[in-house]
């Protein structure tokens, strides 16, 4: 391949890892890779003088996304040149004194103060452009309000995730694929969210780490102005005063720390603390030039890879797991290594006694950085180690995984039940995931049928820890009560790939609620529903021709009273179609109002196309992508209120 045509592959291969992890938070490669690729790259522009549009090399971030308002920087936030050689680094202070502080890995915030109250949050986007962020900010479990300076004060920081934090809101996660990879991506996502309520659970924590301004205050170096954000009431990254003398032993003291750090650190940041020096230097089209990243030199180690071990989840997502002859790695002994997916399985190329090269990512996580002899001779398992169901592999986001296609699965029937018994689905309180698993392990459950015959357990769930007479009385009244139930909730508490209530109701609604009609139905008949289309018409169909299903399905309704689907409702917006966006004030939730929209005969869509019949937002007058596009095709925006006393007769 000619040196032109690399750089453009390398071009578009960043691009796309780039767009994946920053605008998207999944990972498609890992750091030690894209930082490889980058080199390549850079190499390769500086050999041929050339720079292609798009080049990472020449753009920093990811292009804001479009569910949040948008807004321009001040002052443009600049990436920063980087390097892993100590004697660069002490070359780069000279005679001069630098701040040498954590470079964090999380999402980059400027936050304006005015009058002393907090005003507004935006991410760093793209470097021009960011996400407007405010009330979630406003939720960070360590941010200053309301501080004593009552100028403008403009400061940037890095908002994020204890690794602590992480772990715990990941177990409370039931979807393995739904997991969070890294504290990062949750970091990201948490501050983010349309929703601060749900950002105020995330625990995201701000740390400043630049003072952009403060109206009427100068100051001469940066140590000044850190101090200076300190009294205000602000938290701001670690670091230490250096000198060209002292850098070794201050990269050597973060070093330290990092194996027992709570915050995720990539690296380190050398400024100089003289500021107007610092502004003498100027900078280039990416870099400013007063300041350096300084990144962890990977230990890496040559081992034998023996094996990939297949951990089935209780989700049916069936992990790859290296196993490799055992290395010290970062002070402690290693032989495993997640492989995370199908899709990094494969471009490793991993095969049986490989020379694989592994590191610890940020001096924690074992990883694979390199197969030495890739000969891709790792086989994927067409059962399942946990239950010997047939597998599958499925592609979402253009990333690979491996799934268990028993619905039965030892490996995940926890996780199947605990869908049956949700509020959505069957609605039977008292059957935690906790509680399931006990009945579950004690051979109580075996299908869905059995639920309703746990009361031949008395005895010995009156016995279990934390049960009793009245938790078993209330839980039996429960299951009872669950026997009362629609179709579509039926339908959706099966736990069939793509299909939520919504798609349920629609296609229980076209079958005529028949039984018979639902095992016999046609995937072209059912794609043409308005609403469902060929993927879920196909995930339907595919789950009732298995027969072991089917009896389960049939088994179930034996306990059961269907109850008719006639609506009460006169279907004055049948045919119509509308979207939601932004909070909401005289509903509950977003899932409350389209409940109520479709038991009107209408449906609800994720977003403004020529089909949509209104939008529905409380600030009708913003600037928000919904909006606009709203507005470009003639679709109305209504406000709650709007939609209320429209079609509900209320004010």
Excluded at 106 to 115: A, C, H, Q
Excluded at 264 to 285: A, C, E, M, N
Excluded at 417 to 431: H, K, P, Q, S
Aim: with cysteine; aromatic share 8%; charged share 30%.
């Amino acid at each position: 391949m000619s040196p032109e045509n690399r750089m453009k592959e390398l071009t578009k291969i960043l691009g796309e890892a780039a767009r994946a992890y920053y605008a998207e938070d999944r990972e498609i490669m890992s750091n030690l890779e894209y930082d490889r690729l980058y080199d390549e790259l850079v190499a390769l522009e500086k050999e041929l003088g050339v720079v292609l549009s798009g080049s990472p090399t020449m753009t920093v971030g990811y292009e804001a996304v479009e569910e949040l308002p948008k807004e321009t920087h001040e002052s443009p936030m600049l990436s920063l040149a980087k390097t892993k050689d100590r004697e660069e680094v002490k070359s780069w202070l000279g005679e001069k004194e630098g701040l040498l502080s954590w470079k964090l890995d999380g999402l980059t915030i400027v936050l304006t103060y005015e009058e002393g109250k907090l005003k507004k949050a935006v991410t760093r986007g793209n470097g021009e452009v960011g996400e407007v962020v405010t009330n979630n900010a406003k939720v960070f479990a360590n941010l200053p309000l309301v501080i004593p300076f009552k100028d403008t004060l403009i400061l940037r920081g890095e908002a994020v995730i204890t690794y602590e934090d992480f772990e715990k809101i990941n177990q409370g996660i039931l979807q393995e694929e739904e997991k969070y990879k890294n504290p990062r991506n949750l970091c990201s996502g948490s501050v983010r969210q349309l929703n601060n309520r749900i950002t105020a659970t995330r625990n995201v924590r701000f740390y400043g780490f630049s003072l952009v301004k403060a109206q009427g205050k100068e100051f001469m170096s940066h140590h000044q102005e850190w101090s200076f954000l300190k009294e205000l009431g602000f938290e701001i990254v670690e670091y230490r005063r250096v000198t060209a003398k002292t850098i070794e032993e201050g990269i050597d003291y973060f070093e330290k720390k990092i194996a027992d750090f709570s915050i995720p650190s990539d690296g380190l940041v050398l400024i100089f603390d003289d500021i107007s020096y610092g502004k003498s230097l100027g900078r280039t089209t990416k870099f400013p030039k007063d300041a350096i990243a300084f990144k962890w030199q990977d230990e890496m180690k040559e081992t034998i890879l023996q094996k990939i071990e297949w951990s089935p989840s209780r989700t049916g997502l069936i992990n790859p797991i290296a196993v490799f002859d055992p290395v010290e790695l970062e002070g402690t002994t290693v032989s495993r290594a997640s492989v995370h997916n199908l899709s990094i399985l494969k471009n490793l190329k991993l095969g049986y006694k490989d020379r694989i090269l592994v590191y610890k990512a940020n001096m924690i996580i074992p990883q694979i950085g390199e197969n030495l002899t890739c000969s891709g001779t790792v086989e994927i398992p067409k059962s399942c180690p946990a239950c010997g169901g047939k597998t599958e592999i499925r592609k979402v986001n253009e990333v690979e995984s491996l799934s268990c296609t028993n619905p039965l699965c030892s490996a995940n029937i926890i996780i199947a039940f605990t869908l049956f018994v949700g509020r959505d689905a069957m609605n039977i309180e008292g059957l935690s995931e906790a509680t399931l698993e006990k009945f579950i392990n004690a051979g109580f459950l075996k299908d869905y049928k059995d639920i309703f015959h746990l009361n031949d357990y008395k005895e010995e769930i009156q016995n279990m820890e934390g049960f009793g007479v009245k938790s078993y009385e209330n839980l039996i009244q429960s299951i009872e009560k669950a026997r009362e139930v629609t179709l579509p909730k039926v339908i959706y508490s099966l736990g069939i790939a793509n299909i939520g209530l919504a798609n349920a109701k629609m296609i229980c609604k076209h079958l005529k609620n028949d039984i018979q009609a639902i095992l016999e139905a046609n995937e072209e008949s059912l794609s043409e529903i308005d609403g469902v289309g060929e993927v879920i018409a196909k995930a339907f169909t595919h789950y009732f021709k298995e027969e072991k299903r089917r009896s389960v399905f049939l088994s179930l309704l034996n306990e059961l009273h269907i109850q008719t689907q006639e609506t009460q409702e006169e279907q004055i917006l049948e045919g119509k179609s509308f979207a939601i966006t932004g909070s909401l004030v005289i509903f509950e939730n977003r899932n409350q109002l389209k409940e109520k929209i479709e038991a009107l005969g209408g449906k609800v869509t994720g977003s403004v196309t020529g089909k949509t019949f209104a939008l529905i937002n409380n600030d009708a007058s913003s600037d928000s992508a919904k909006n606009k596009k709203a507005r470009q095709l003639g679709v109305s925006i209504l406000t709650e209120q709007d939609f209320v006393r429209l079609y509900l007769g209320e004010v």
